[in-house]
């Protein structure tokens, strides 16, 4: 089953890179990028949050996750990076940076995080533990398209000093979507030696195509975009660090079966924060129908456990 979701994504990494870059013509190197990744035994692009109505966003038909004989994280220790040169104008930046660090510092011991619980692997169950360890900013150049893999695990590699085996390490660039299909996803590696967890994610304002529509007014737009795909990054590393985990037989892992689908319209994280976070896939709900439908009218979506 491991081969089947690494053709899947890899399958999909392609497709979703051939559709350009970043708001230039980029459709001709990504492609060659992606092609040069499979030949290369890049770390794998899981977890892909397609935009809305692209086709490889669509909810799998097959209702029921399983294990891969692999691990999960049990307990998550989470860094995060903001590379690019915008990230240094405090117009840029606005709320986003404090947002995401509220974010994750919030996330920990919440019933959000409760949805992953259900699933467990080798080395235990997963929990609601999580430490967050504050973010830093690179202001280097980012890349201008859509980056290889190897290219975002270098960018932690180099920035994160010591990096701990239970770490995710989600990194925020100043480059927009474009015409790229996805908002972000999530892989693995190793720095130094040490096995690592990180994640990608585009510069997302004013991007309607991975906008949740958050009409809260508590936060800005692009802030609102970018909490709910690192809910959706967040969890599936939880659940499938490293690609033994908790999928389906079409290579989806919890969140992406619910994507673009919310149980309710703000969601109250531990520290009182509240945001507009899409639910995670739940077999237990699924087959108690005690869920919501996600976009094939399967109830097994929760967004609170």
Same mark, same amino acid.
């Given at each position: 089953?491991?081969?089947?979701?690494?053709?899947?994504?890899?399958?999909?990494?392609?497709?979703?890179? =051939?559709?350009?870059?970043?708001? &230039?013509?980029?459709? /001709? $190197? %990504?492609?060659?990028?992606?092609?040069? #990744?499979?030949? *290369?035994?890049?770390?794998?692009?899981?977890?892909?949050?397609?935009?809305?109505?692209?086709?490889?966003?669509?909810?799998?038909?097959?209702?029921?996750?399983?294990?891969?004989?692999?691990?999960?994280?049990?307990?998550?220790?989470?860094?995060?990076?903001?590379?690019?040169?915008?990230?240094?104008?405090?117009?840029?930046?606005?709320?986003?940076?404090?947002?995401?660090?509220?974010?994750?510092?919030?996330?920990?011991?919440?019933?959000?995080?409760?949805?992953?619980?259900?699933?467990?692997?080798?080395?235990?169950?997963?929990?609601?533990?999580?430490?967050?360890?504050?973010?830093?900013?690179? =202001?280097?150049?980012?890349?201008? &398209?859509?980056?290889? /893999? $190897? %290219?975002?695990?270098?960018?932690?590699? #180099?920035?994160? *000093?010591?990096?701990?085996?239970?770490?995710?390490?989600?990194?925020?660039?100043?480059?927009?979507?474009?015409?790229?299909?996805?908002?972000?996803?999530?892989?693995?590696?190793?720095?130094?030696?040490?096995?690592?967890?990180?994640?990608?994610?585009?510069?997302?304002?004013?991007?309607?195509?991975?906008?949740?529509?958050?009409?809260?007014?508590?936060?800005?737009?692009?802030?609102?975009?970018?909490?709910?795909?690192?809910?959706?990054?967040?969890?599936?590393?939880?659940?499938?660090?490293?690609?033994?985990?908790?999928?389906?037989?079409?290579?989806?892992?919890?969140?992406?079966?619910?994507?673009?689908?919310?149980?309710?319209?703000?969601?109250?994280?531990?520290?009182?924060?509240?945001?507009?976070?899409?639910?995670?896939? *739940?077999?237990?709900?699924?087959?108690?129908?005690?869920?919501?439908?996600?976009?094939?009218?399967?109830?097994?979506?929760?967004?609170?456990?």
């Amino acid at each position: 089953m491991r081969t089947v979701h690494r053709t899947f994504t890899l399958a999909a990494a392609l497709a979703a890179l =051939s559709c350009g870059g970043t708001g &230039q013509d980029t459709s /001709t $190197s %990504t492609t060659s990028e992606a092609l040069d #990744a499979q030949s *290369s035994h890049e770390p794998p692009m899981l977890g892909i949050h397609w935009a809305r109505g692209e086709a490889g966003g669509q909810a799998s038909t097959s209702p029921l996750m399983t294990w891969h004989g692999g691990a999960i994280l049990t307990t998550t220790a989470v860094q995060a990076i903001f590379w690019g040169t915008s990230w240094s104008s405090a117009s840029f930046v606005g709320d986003k940076i404090g947002g995401i660090d509220t974010f994750y510092g919030g996330i920990g011991g919440s019933s959000y995080a409760g949805t992953n619980t259900e699933y467990d692997g080798t080395n235990g169950l997963v929990t609601t533990a999580v430490s967050y360890g504050g973010s830093q900013v690179d =202001s280097s150049p980012a890349p201008r &398209q859509a980056p290889k /893999t $190897s %290219t975002i695990l270098n960018e932690v590699c #180099a920035r994160i *000093s010591n990096p701990v085996a239970n770490g995710f390490y989600p990194v925020y660039v100043d480059t927009p979507r474009g015409h790229t299909r996805y908002c972000a996803w999530h892989s693995y590696g190793t720095c130094n030696g040490v096995p690592v967890q990180f994640g990608f994610f585009f510069h997302l304002d004013g991007d309607p195509g991975c906008d949740p529509q958050d009409t809260s007014g508590l936060h800005s737009q692009g802030l609102a975009a970018l909490a709910n795909v690192s809910g959706h990054e967040f969890s599936e590393t939880m659940t499938d660090p490293r690609n033994g985990g908790w999928y389906d037989s079409s290579g989806s892992e919890n969140a992406d079966k619910c994507a673009w689908t919310f149980g309710a319209p703000l969601l109250t994280f531990s520290d009182g924060t509240q945001w507009k976070v899409q639910g995670n896939w *739940s077999n237990a709900a699924y087959s108690a129908g005690t869920g919501y439908p996600n976009g094939a009218g399967q109830d097994g979506c929760i967004g609170t456990k």
